[in-house]
């Protein structure tokens, strides 16, 4: 199950929200590297998941939620034998970090618990049936979205240093190097960089970057770099209206040919179709 709705707005510019969705995770599935310009908070319905950002691994199950920061590399992937189910509301605005401190998220804090599970979903839903475009929709989504944050607020109030004890923060050398590659990848994507290249950035011979990749995220290096491009081709094709031979040359491919190959080689489809069918499935990125 994959549902998505972007949302184009015009009124409001303290809080407002940008897109939301479900998705219903297969085992293993993984979100990122990737970058974004917005706040985003996901929130586990069913199953178990992962969440790494900087140098921290987050065990996320039922009944927890993340955020995730604007310009921040961050990386997910769903439990190998109980993946998750879980949804998602992307926002931004003048005010939004100051109405996530009042719910008690912050960047030392991004995980918080919930028991409303069930209201947050249907929030999410009224907002995936509003298909017409206009200021009454544009009003009734903005309620929602305050109603999907005053739940966190409630939760989140009566909590007080409780993350270090609930949450498994692994701060080991392995997470550490990742992080590190996630920011020289995201630094320097638009070049063609190497896998030798990443693992003289670490100082580390190339065969034990490839050891750390494959422990810890089920990946080589090279699946890795080709994955991050192949994510932010989709995103840039979905949420921008670049040409296809612009998007390939901002991720540094030689030729939009290329990119077009690479990019059907592991979507099954092309950039155009993509595009135009909005499939926005990270399903359907395979390695």
Not at 53 to 78: C, H, M, R, S, W
Not at 100 to 128: A, I, R
Not at 174 to 184: F, S
Request: proline letters at 2%; one cysteine or more; hydrophobic letters at 35%.
């Amino acid at each position: 199950m994959n549902s998505f709705l972007q949302f184009k707005n015009s009124i409001f510019n303290t809080l407002y929200m940008i897109f939301c969705g479900f998705e219903e995770c297969v085992p293993s599935h993984s979100f990122g590297p990737a970058i974004r310009n917005c706040y985003l908070i996901h929130f586990c319905l069913d199953g178990k998941g992962t969440y790494f950002v900087k140098d921290k691994e987050y065990n996320i199950k039922k009944g927890q939620g993340f955020l995730i920061y604007p310009n921040e590399v961050t990386f997910y992937k769903a439990d190998e034998k109980d993946p998750w189910t879980y949804l998602w509301v992307a926002f931004s605005g003048s005010r939004a970090e100051e109405y996530l401190n009042l719910c008690g998220l912050n960047e030392d804090n991004l995980v918080f618990d919930s028991n409303k599970g069930e209201q947050l979903k249907k929030y999410v839903e009224l907002m995936l049936e509003q298909k017409e475009v206009g200021v009454k929709t544009e009003f009734f989504i903005q309620g929602l979205l305050l109603q999907f944050i005053s739940e966190i607020i409630l939760e989140e109030c009566n909590i007080e240093q409780k993350y270090s004890e609930s949450f498994k923060l692994n701060y080991n050398l392995d997470n550490l190097y990742i992080q590190k590659a996630l920011e020289y990848v995201n630094l320097n994507y638009k070049n063609s960089i190497t896998v030798n290249e990443i693992a003289n950035y670490l100082n580390l011979n190339r065969s034990y970057l490839t050891h750390i990749f494959k422990k810890n995220l089920n990946m080589t290096p090279q699946e890795f770099l080709l994955k991050f491009k192949i994510t932010k081709a989709s995103e840039l094709l979905h949420v921008t209206d670049y040409s296809i031979c612009v998007i390939s040359n901002i991720l540094g491919y030689e030729s939009e040919s290329s990119f077009i190959r690479m990019f059907k080689k592991f979507t099954g489809v092309s950039p155009s179709k993509y595009r135009k069918d909005k499939l926005y499935n990270f399903n359907n990125i395979k390695f």
